[in-house]
């Protein structure tokens, strides 16, 4: 079992960065694959970004591409998401989730551990 911490949120003008940060605990840190997910107000959760066991793979929704990037340190049991040229769009609760497997995947429903979420405001 793992349990994830996220930090690192807050409210930032557009253009702006920000980095998000993902501690977990537990052994097998590096046996889960890692994902990033967003909710805005009213809407569903949506996948941001995911990394497999090792980082060697990283996968992004079309919207974040070349603004955000995904990374992982398993020697420190961390998920990272560095968010740059941040836009209004952008703001929701940021999760964090880990799930069983060395590879990740975008959909929601594969995570079988979550963070209880950070929020990130982009003021225009």
């Known amino acids: 079992q793992v349990q994830l911490v996220e930090s690192g949120g807050g409210l930032v003008q557009a253009g702006g960065s920000l980095r998000l940060s993902c501690a977990a605990s537990?052994?097998?840190?590096?046996?889960?694959?890692l994902g990033w997910f967003r909710q805005a107000p009213g809407k569903e959760r949506d996948f941001v970004a995911a990394?497999?066991?090792?980082?060697?793979?990283?996968n992004y929704v079309d919207s974040v591409k070349g603004r955000f990037t995904i990374s992982r340190d398993n020697a420190k049991n961390t998920l990272s998401l560095q968010m740059n040229d941040l836009k209004p769009e952008d703001t929701a609760v940021y999760y964090c989730?880990?799930?069983?497997?060395?590879?990740?995947?975008?959909?929601?429903?594969?995570?079988?551990?979550w963070g209880q979420g950070t929020q990130v405001t982009v003021s225009s």
């Open positions: 537990g052994r097998t840190f590096s046996s889960y694959a």
């Open positions: 989730a880990a799930r069983t497997g060395f590879w990740s995947t975008h959909h929601a429903y594969e995570y079988n551990y």
């Open positions: 990394i497999s066991w090792s980082g060697g793979t990283k």
